[in-house]
């Protein structure tokens, strides 16, 4: 489907009007498409979408007592606010595009403990350090400017109490060359400007996941300072490399350099770069066999018929191979399989 944009010669001066007029006419042409479009052929399906994303993208690693208040940058109709809204005491959707919020208000009205705000790029009506959890999924990949998603970097650390976690997703690839940024092919960050960016706000960066991928999560943590209310209702669980399983993913890959198996589990190398021989080997396959490829290597199993279809017709209708390699390396089931289940559960003001 064609990504439809407006044609007002004031968007061209105000990203956070760009923002505003596509998305509002992306939400009259078809909101669940543009919100998942891998998700939204039916009713049924968005909406269960919604609960599988928050347990295996944004919650991933992350646990959350029923007294948490949290909020989501870029809630779109409340897809993920809904599940969420049955976890926590309250959560706050925020959305530039005000029809995004009209529909999404009318689609969970009964939900009594979700709060809806239009932003212009802040989270307003939200005090200082009274929340647990920020988050943001498949948003800030979409955003034309940096200094807009700086802007909400910065809202997130002054509304999150000392030890509050923030858990978002970049487009972690490099640059486009020759295309700017607009409102559907956002800004890519690589992870050391993230890093850069989010510690003199007063953030600790805990975790990292698809560097050099579209799915680049970070978790970051607010410190605690004299006079910021500490966060008691979130802790983040340990995750890290296993080691052996690693070492299986490197001889699927065929990556022999030992070296460089150490580099990754030292956060030295991302694990995106081993998979560039892989791409290279199939480069002339045909859509299918290079996703059955991809599959074997990354989650050692033959793809189901689901997903061989779906990847396989993404590439037909002309998106890049990498793709697959993205989505697998950020998927819940490589990550279980390849990361280390929780073992501590510690409280994230650091304290025992």
């Given at each position: 489907m064609r990504v439809p944009y407006t044609r007002s010669v004031f968007r061209l001066f105000s990203p956070e009007r760009r923002m505003r007029e596509d998305w509002d006419l992306r939400a009259r042409r078809d909101a669940r498409y543009y919100i998942d479009c891998g998700h939204a052929g039916t009713e049924e399906s968005f909406w269960s979408s919604g609960a599988e994303d928050l347990e295996s993208y944004v919650l991933r690693g992350i646990a959350l007592d029923p007294s948490a208040e949290a909020l989501e940058i870029g809630c779109g109709m409340g897809r993920l606010l809904r599940p969420l809204s049955e976890r926590v005491a309250r959560v706050t959707g925020v959305d530039i595009s005000g029809e995004m919020i009209r529909r999404g208000q009318e689609a969970l009205r009964d939900c009594a403990n979700i709060r809806w705000l239009r932003t212009d790029g802040d989270l307003p009506d939200t005090p200082d350090a009274s929340l647990d959890l920020v988050y943001s999924h498949i948003v800030f990949q979409h955003v034309p400017a940096k200094a807009a998603v700086a802007r909400y970097f910065s809202e997130a650390a002054r509304v999150l109490a000392g030890g509050g976690v923030f858990r978002f997703q970049v487009d972690g690839?490099?640059?486009?060359?020759?295309?700017?940024?607009?409102?559907?092919?956002?800004?890519?960050?690589?992870?050391?400007?993230?890093?850069?960016?989010?510690?003199?706000?007063?953030?600790?960066?805990?975790?990292?996941?698809?560097?050099?991928?579209?799915?680049?999560?970070?978790?970051?943590?607010?410190?605690?300072?004299?006079?910021?209310?500490?966060?008691?209702?979130?802790?983040?669980?340990?995750?890290?490399?296993?080691?052996?399983?690693?070492?299986?993913?490197?001889?699927?890959?065929?990556?022999?350099?030992?070296?460089?198996?150490?580099?990754?589990?030292?956060?030295?190398?991302?694990?995106?770069?081993?998979?560039?021989?892989?791409?290279?080997?199939?480069?002339?396959?045909?859509?299918?066999?290079?996703?059955?490829?991809?599959?074997?290597?990354?989650?050692?199993r033959e793809p189901d018929a689901d997903g061989l279809a779906h990847y396989a017709g993404e590439i037909e209708r002309g998106i890049h191979r990498t793709n697959v390699l993205d989505c697998l390396l950020a998927s819940a089931e490589f990550d279980a399989t390849h990361r280390s289940a929780p073992a501590d559960a510690t409280r994230t003001s650091g304290r025992p």
């Open positions: 690839r490099p640059p486009r060359r020759l295309l700017g940024a607009d409102t559907w092919h956002g800004v890519r960050y690589g992870a050391a400007e993230v890093r850069g960016e989010l510690g003199p706000l007063g953030f600790d960066v805990v975790d990292l996941a698809g560097e050099g991928t579209q799915f680049l999560w970070v978790t970051a943590r607010r410190r605690c300072e004299p006079g910021r209310r500490d966060a008691g209702a979130v802790r983040v669980l340990s995750r890290e490399w296993d080691a052996a399983a690693l070492d299986r993913l490197c001889d699927r890959l065929g990556v022999a350099d030992r070296g460089r198996r150490d580099a990754v589990l030292a956060g030295a190398v991302p694990l995106r770069e081993l998979a560039d021989g892989l791409l290279e080997r199939h480069r002339s396959a045909s859509a299918r066999d290079y996703v059955a490829a991809v599959y074997r290597a990354l989650l050692a």
